[in-house]
């Protein structure tokens, strides 16, 4: 029988990342090629940057591809249903707003099913950070069109081309209330760390969406090459514009991406002004809890 040889730990030191990460559940799930890998490197660099208390520090994800990566971070995770990650994580900051709390999901489960939840918790200014893998279509749940597919491409359910005018998430984002909007591709991992980490550190909702592929249905279906096919794209098409219009920055099918921080401003979050407004209302040495109902209900 052969031995297994003694490695030196110098040889295979720990990966930089290995505290951040739940490698008892790798390999991961995704598909060869898949923008997501890159993804979570980018996110896990960008919390470490932020510098943000791991126990105090946790992650929603919703349902599909990018609703794992929640899985996948050895820190507090919520791996909720069908578009409702955006009410879970509110819940969560209203409750404990000590907490730093990040959405991570796609652009299906965020924008369609859950784009009620997502237009109201920028409206409201919750004091969260959401970050959307969008890669154009459902891609778990078999490659259907979604909200942000674009005009003419193909899916299982646009098979003769997409007839529907797709979202441009950065611009309902910001033009629902966020405070902080930003989008990469995940070919930019280190912009996209720097702009995640700026986005946890800033008070308010802030959206940054990564622009991802998916080889196994939308790159397969659309004719568009393979995984390394599409970085290159990315690497030829993106157009960073800082500061640009969110209006201006739609995509279709084959065309430039926009890329870069497009809005960056201050706005009260919505537990600081809950918080001032009640310390109007409620007596200044009294719990809450001790203000009769009926006495609140008519201040209010």
Known sequence: MPTELAVPEEVYPDHPMSGMLREDRFPHIWCPGCGLGTTLSGFVAGLKEAKVDPDKTCVVSGIGCAGRVAGYLAIDSFHTTHGRALPFATGLKLARPELTVTVFS????????????????????????????????YGMTGGQGGPTTPTSAHSTTTPYGCFEHPFSLPHLAAASGASYVARWTSLHVRRLSKAIAEAIAKPGFSFVEIISPCPTVYLRRNKLGDGLA????????????????????????????????????????????????????????AESTDVPEDEVIAQV
Request: aromatic share 6%.
């Open 230 to 285: 599409m970085m290159n794209y990315f690497k030829e098409k993106s157009v960073i514009s800082h500061g640009a219009d969110p209006a201006d920055v739609g995509i279709s099918f084959g065309s430039e991406i926009k890329v870069g921080k497009f809005v960056d401003i201050d706005r009260a979050p919505h537990h600081v002004l809950m918080q001032e407004q009640l310390a109007d209302i409620l007596p200044p040495d």
């Open 106 to 137: 796609g652009d299906g489960d965020l924008t369609a099913i859950g784009g009620n939840h997502f237009i109201h918790a920028a409206r409201r200014n919750i004091d969260m950070t959401v970050i959307c893998s969008n890669n154009f279509i």
